[in-house]
């Protein structure tokens, strides 16, 4: 297996445009996660979801941001407008349920500007 | 959810002495506390994990402690290599759920 593959890896964007980041986890796994990094707040959990069904989405910032899971090797989380201060690193991360191992992908760095 | 908080951000350490970094937690209910390492570019490596009801725990060339009582978990690296430097992470897992909540990081810098 490939790990959990991000795309894109880098996205630059003009404040109020519409940013789409993708993710496609392992094979087999049953949890996948969104999580953004900024030096200020660290490693942020934003969604997560079960066998497809989003779990939590209590780390969402703000309506703006919402993210799908369509089926088992797909999600996208999406910002709409978009705005300086969701420039960050979004990592998505997917385990298995019966291992404690969530294994990452290599991140989107999104600048806004 | 889990609250986990590193005591130091940085630790400079001499090539091939051994490495302890530390953590703070504050929910006693986790299940499961794990470390992370994060390499300049990359996302978050499982390193290990250990389970609430055992207080120590080894891999290669790494150990976990936890001493609940104090709520503090450490991870020491033995006989530390240039490739150990990254940020490493805390991080506790839910009770009843699979939330993984992370501290803040503590950069490992080897000096050769």
């Known amino acids: 297996d490939a790990g959990v593959i991000q795309s894109p890896r880098h996205e630059v964007t003009e404040m109020g445009q519409e940013v789409t980041l993708r993710c496609k986890p392992i094979?087999?796994?049953?949890?996948l996660f969104w999580y953004r990094q900024t030096m200020m707040r660290g490693l942020e959990l934003l969604i997560y979801?079960?066998?497809?069904?989003?779990?939590?989405d209590s780390g969402m910032p703000e309506d703006r941001f919402s993210a799908k899971m369509p089926n088992a090797s797909f999600s996208t989380l999406k910002i709409q407008p978009s705005e300086p201060r969701d420039s960050a690193v979004y990592f998505c991360?997917?385990?298995?349920?019966?291992?404690?191992?969530?294994?990452f992908g290599q991140g989107t760095r999104l600048t806004v500007v | 959810g889990e609250s986990v908080g590193l005591h130091l951000p940085t630790l400079s350490v001499q090539e091939g002495d051994n490495s302890i970094i530390n953590c703070a937690y504050s929910?006693?209910?986790?299940?499961?506390f794990i470390w992370y390492k994060q390499e300049s570019g990359k996302g978050p490596q499982f390193i290990i994990d250990?389970?609430?009801?055992?207080d120590k725990r080894q891999g290669q060339r790494v150990t976990v402690l936890l001493n609940k009582t104090v709520k503090h978990l450490s991870l020491q690296i033995a006989a530390t290599q240039p490739g150990d430097s990254a940020v490493y992470f805390c991080?506790?897992?839910?009770?009843?759920?699979?939330?993984?909540?992370f501290g803040a990081g503590t950069t490992v810098t080897v000096r050769a």
């Open positions: 991360a997917s385990r298995y349920r019966g291992n404690t191992e969530a294994f």
């Open positions: 094979s087999g796994h049953d949890y």
């Open positions: 979801f079960n066998n497809n069904v989003p779990i939590d």
């Open positions: 991080a506790a897992e839910g009770s009843n759920d699979y939330k993984l909540s």
């Open positions: 929910n006693s209910a986790s299940d499961y």
């Open positions: 250990i389970r609430s009801n055992m």
